[in-house]
């Protein structure tokens, strides 16, 4: 996907660097809320052009979401791991963010 390749090449480092790991993938939670937020209020009766701005606002946030939690998770783990357990925890975090993709 190219936007999120650039976001993700252009912003994600500079972001990382001012608010950390944890905190970058807190703002990409919080991003994403609003995305699902925003996309539960798009089948309310409304104009077509409130609803086509509400459903792109959300893809953003969604997208921007999902780049900041996706790259801060897996980096925040491997340092929490010992060296030992790192090669289980990267498999537990990468099964368990697959899982979340099929079931979400």
Avoid: H
Wanted: glycine share 10%.
């Amino acid at each position: 996907n190219v936007p999120r390749l650039t976001l993700r090449t252009l912003a994600y480092d500079w972001l990382q660097r001012k608010l950390g790991l944890m905190r970058c993938a807190s703002f990409g939670a919080l991003l994403s809320t609003a995305a699902y937020t925003g996309y539960s209020l798009v089948r309310r009766p409304a104009g077509f052009e409130w609803r086509f701005a509400l459903f792109a606002a959300s893809a953003a946030c969604g997208t921007t979401g999902m780049i900041l939690t996706s790259g801060s998770v897996a980096p925040f783990l491997s340092r929490l791991s010992s060296k030992e357990a790192m090669g289980r925890v990267m498999a537990v975090a990468s099964v368990t963010a697959s899982a979340g993709r099929v079931i979400g």
